[in-house]
């Protein structure tokens, strides 16, 4: 059995793995709206990895016996005024999911769960990739400043993206 100081925090990791879903929905609408279809689309299968990240959190607490509790899910931002502000709100937004992250490896320690340490380490290493894409996107919308064509090339290479789920889970 999971003690119930990880159940809870593994439910409160559920539901701001669910947020991140939302918020790149959010992103990809607006990407959307501005005719930037391939960032559009680059934020959908993030959108897609953030379900994936949250239902797999969903089936370890089952698999675990341990009760499965969905909270509301905030509203995220609507208007993100330019494609550098979304992904530098990316970037901010996985650091604070590394962060949390981390904390459940915290409580997994000190409760000497093996199991869970095990689970999380999937999670740990996943988030040096999240960090690291959000993070190469920003420095390229840097370089590219107000230039159109540089903005249009980006909007191209991530228009290629697509959702592979992880074989690891
Ligand atoms: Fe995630
Ligand atoms: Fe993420």
Redesign the pocket.
Known sequence: MICNKLKDAINAQINR?LY?EYL?LSMSAWFAKENLDGFANWMNV?AQ??RF?AMKFFNYLIERGAAVILEQIDKPESDFQRPLKAFELALE??QY?SKNINDLMDIAIQENDHAARSFLQWYVD??VE?EASADKIVSKLRMIGDRIEGIFMLDNELGQRVFTPPTTA
């Open positions: 793995e991140s790149y993030q990895e953030e990240h937004h996985e999911i996943e988030q999240e």
